[in-house]
């Protein structure tokens, strides 16, 4: 199947085959990250239009590729192995309920930014995208996330003791005006919420990608939960369903 990313990177992907089964068992490479790059390798068999990378029309470096492509086409990689519907399971945010809730979503149908031109033409230039903290009134330049930044993040999410949201920040600011490379990780730490979810706004205003926040409601008291699509064994080895009107076309009581 052709796929074409938020970036503009396209190519062919075809599903996964049994011998990828072998690659989401190897404990290792879960402990790694690799196993989504190798997924992905294994996956796409021919890029059609290298979008904003600079890898031409042979096989991508799944590395450098953006989150936002990543995802997109392991989204797309599962749709064409198991379907496009997902099932999981997420607790009410309800304190006085905190009922499981069994939810099942469309894997499809989730919203998808495409890159603007603005950022197209950035990424091609190399260039880094820039911005002024309204509080600090301080220019900072940024990346966006990659590959490679995903693999490091999670090692370090794994790390104990470590604050995400500085670790997510300090990823992708690249320098703050007037602030030594060495004292970067000190300044961001001190800086206010409301200049961080500016930066954070920032990021996701230059970035592309597929929003994976979904609205769940709860079946019990029917309250409303905002969570992250969880990414769970499910997504990729699928529970076998139990005889049911989608899997049984020979039986029909
Ligand atoms: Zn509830």
Redesign the pocket.
């Known amino acids: 199947m052709d796929i074409t990313c938020p970036s503009g990177l396209s190519g062919r992907v075809r599903g996964m085959k049994a011998r990828e089964e072998r690659i989401l068992a190897d404990r290792k490479l879960a402990k790694s990250g690799g196993q989504l790059d190798q997924i992905l390798a294994a996956c796409w068999e021919e890029t059609l239009d290298p979008g904003p990378y600079s890898f031409g029309m042979t096989a991508p470096n799944w590395s450098e590729v953006l989150v936002g492509d990543r995802f997109y086409a392991l989204l797309q990689v599962r749709a064409v192995s198991y379907g496009p519907m997902y099932e999981f399971s997420v607790s009410?945010s309800?304190r006085e309920?905190?009922?499981r809730i069994d939810w099942e979503l469309d894997l499809l149908e989730l919203p998808v930014t495409q890159l603007s031109d603005e950022s197209r033409a950035a990424l091609l230039a190399g260039r880094t995208f820039r911005t002024v903290l309204p509080r600090a009134g301080r220019a900072v330049e940024f990346r966006l996330l990659r590959g490679a930044d995903e693999r490091r993040m999670s090692a370090q999410r794994r790390a104990a003791g470590e604050r995400p949201l500085t670790t997510s920040l300090a990823m992708r600011v690249e320098s703050i005006e007037g602030v030594e490379a060495k004292d970067k990780l000190r300044v961001l730490e001190d800086l206010e919420m409301a200049d961080v979810s500016f930066l954070l706004g920032e990021f996701d205003r230059v970035d592309c990608g597929v929003e994976t926040e979904i609205e769940v409601e709860?079946p019990?008291?029917l309250?409303l939960t905002t969570v992250e699509l969880p990414f769970e064994k499910g997504f990729f080895l699928p529970q076998r369903k139990k005889p049911s009107a989608a899997s049984s076309s020979s039986f029909r009581p």
Request: charge should be neutral; hydrophobic fraction near 10%.
């Open positions: 009410c309800n309920c905190r009922a709860c019990e008291c309250s």
